[in-house]
């Protein structure tokens, strides 16, 4: 997911691109919507330049211009913003349980202390970002390790309610370790989502000539520009991969 994410960044820096690995948590959304809560933290710097580029400034009118839909989220997003009870306006945003009147200092009115919350705000935060980069892209990795069948199937309607909601800027990609993509359905996710995923990606074992390939792939993306090399694959070499392998 993450060579996927570099090359897509590499394409179009004004792309969005947040990633939430599945788990086997029970109930998996409240932990499957913080890991996507934190992602959306870590580029806060990204989404924060690009608003102001966007809308001109990153004040609570900025972010009211931003989250429409949504004071409370504009609300946050300010206090982050300003530094100013950044630490309560995180803790919200994640879904931790906040008193009164933590809640009446960050000017939130509601907690976000179940699933339909938690999915209203990723809704809000998805679609109000949509208009303000190229595209948002939600990347779902290891899918596999999802316990049981019952939790695939609510995962996949959460995620294809999400998907069904976004504008067309939006994208999903879904990801599981598997020997064949029919294992999909033997994991328990639902054709209702399979089918709104429009390209396939099977990944085949790596070998000791693709994985110099992937390897040499990997190094480019990954090297900073002040750290070119005439060898791609430096610091290892061809030889040496085969050996790991």
């Known amino acids: 997911i993450r060579i996927i994410q570099k090359e897509i960044l590499s394409k179009d820096k004004n792309v969005l691109f947040l990633c939430a690995k599945a788990s086997k948590s029970e109930p998996l959304f409240p932990s499957f919507y913080e890991r996507i809560i934190i992602d959306l933290l870590k580029n806060f710097d990204k989404i924060e330049y690009q608003i102001k580029n966007k809308v001109g400034n990153t004040t609570l009118d900025g972010w009211n211009k931003v989250f429409n839909e949504s004071e409370d989220l504009a609300n946050c997003f300010a206090l982050i913003t300003q530094k100013t009870q950044d630490r309560l306006a995180k803790r919200w945003l994640t879904g931790g349980k906040l008193s009164n009147a933590h809640q009446a200092t960050i000017n939130v ?106 390897m040499r792939i990997h190094q480019n993306l990954h090297r900073t520009s002040d750290n070119k090399q005439k060898e791609e694959l430096y610091p290892f070499t061809a030889g040496g991969i085969k050996k790991i392998l």
Request: aromatic residues 10%.
């Open 109 to 214: 009115i509601l907690p976000i202390d179940d699933d339909d919350k938690k999915m209203e705000i990723l809704k809000h935060l998805f679609k109000g970002l949509c208009e303000f980069f190229t595209s948002v892209v939600l990347a779902v990795d290891e899918l596999e390790k999802v316990k049981t069948t019952k939790t695939a199937g609510i995962l996949s309607d959460n995620l294809r309610e999400i998907y069904d909601d976004m504008p067309k800027k939006f994208g999903l990609i879904c990801s599981f370790s598997g020997s064949k993509a029919s294992e999909w359905f033997s994991l328990g996710f639902t054709q209702a989502l399979g089918g709104r995923l429009i390209h396939e990606a099977p990944l085949e074992a790596l070998t000791e000539d693709s994985i110099v390939e992937f």
